[in-house]
């Protein structure tokens, strides 16, 4: 087994009818809300917006905090544990409450700014 194996997780975020993008979650980054998320893929639901920073799924997980900050750049994902999100980073952005930082969009991340409201989101480990 590779070291790169244990600390990045491949992992697709499909936009159904759409596109793909391909993702790395980072263990190193948040060993409890990675594991987490990884053990209740595959993840859907409805994609949402919160303005011009990032986009967003929820889902059912309920993790504490775990090295959150404020500040994120494009491609950036975290988890939001206040609503159980996980959000995707469309630009540079100081957002008013910390996150979880668990990864990064490693292709397609430009496919991000074509999501509308309803579009559904798909999250499944590469394989």
Known sequence: ???GSVSKIDVVLEIKGKSQLKC?????LAPLTVGNLLRTLPIEGYAHMMGQSFVYVET???V????QRKGFKKGDVAFMTSNGSICFFL???DYAKAMTPIGKIVSNADALNEVKPGDIFL?????
Do not use: F, V
């Open 123 to 127: 999250i499944t480990q590469a394989g």
């Open 60 to 62: 059912k997980l309920n």
């Open 1 to 3: 087994m590779s070291a």
């Open 64 to 67: 504490g905090a775990e090295r």
């Open 24 to 28: 790395e979650l980072k263990r190193h």
């Open 91 to 93: 630009n540079d952005t």
